[in-house]
């Protein structure tokens, strides 16, 4: 079975934390996402990665940045939280090319910034 | 990436044909119609998807209108499980385009007992 893993379901952290947001996954694949999710707003593509140490930005980067240091980890930074990020993390990963490239997620973070 | 339209909710009794539509009247001849769910507090869940033929598989079956401006997923056999969100999206298997899902809210659907 494919597994996207997240570091926390639950996360609690201050305003002006540096938040560190962890993902795995086990299919060697290119391509790995972070979303947020928001009521009414959808999934938001924060930032994505097609290799080891490139990345993109999504539709809505600011306040936050990515490290793709090794294929299987994909990680997510928020350099110093603000409430306005408290909001469900999801994390994704697909293969970079072919016909059958769906993205398989991670069961979420729900992060709450005080 | 062309956008969907689909209706906000929907209900379906269980043991019932559950029918989602979804309209995508803007897409080009390389997109393919994608089908995802979100069950309460899961990551979403790939389900199925498809260019002009209808397509079915163990969780769903696919039927795409012949000018494939519109296309409704079906759950033969609806289950209390089956209540979530489902998103139809559609997107381009451009060479190295593997990247960007352009999300919308879903249809929401509750499988009554």
């Known amino acids: 079975d494919v597994k996207v893993t997240q570091s926390s379901r639950y996360l609690v952290k201050r305003t002006g934390e540096k938040v560190f947001l962890e993902c795995v996954q086990d299919m060697d694949h290119e391509n790995m996402f972070w979303y947020r999710q928001d009521p009414g707003l959808g999934l938001r593509l924060i930032y994505f990665s097609y290799d080891v140490k490139m990345k993109e930005k999504g539709d809505i980067p600011e306040g936050y940045s990515v490290s793709r240091e090794k294929k299987e980890r994909f990680s997510l930074i928020l350099e110093s939280a603000s409430t306005n990020q408290t909001s469900m993390y999801l994390c994704a990963s697909s293969f970079l090319t072919g016909m059958d490239n769906e993205q398989f997620f991670g069961p979420g973070t729900r992060l709450t910034v005080l | 990436d062309a956008k969907t339209t689909q209706p906000p909710s929907m209900d379906c009794a269980e043991g019932r044909a559950a029918n989602l539509p979804c309209n995508h009247s803007t897409i080009s001849g390389n997109e393919y119609v994608y089908w995802y769910r979100q069950i309460h507090s899961q990551g979403p869940q790939y389900i199925i998807h498809?260019?002009?033929?209808?397509e079915t598989n163990e969780m769903a079956s696919l039927i795409i209108t012949e000018d494939r401006k519109s296309s409704t997923l079906i759950l033969p056999h609806a289950t209390l499980r089956d209540t979530a969100v489902y998103y139809c999206?559609?997107?381009?298997?451009?060479?190295?385009?593997?990247?960007?899902?352009?999300w919308g809210l879903g249809t929401s659907l509750a499988v009554n007992p």
């Open positions: 498809g260019l002009k033929n209808n």
């Open positions: 999206i559609v997107r381009a298997h451009n060479a190295g385009n593997n990247r960007k899902l352009i």
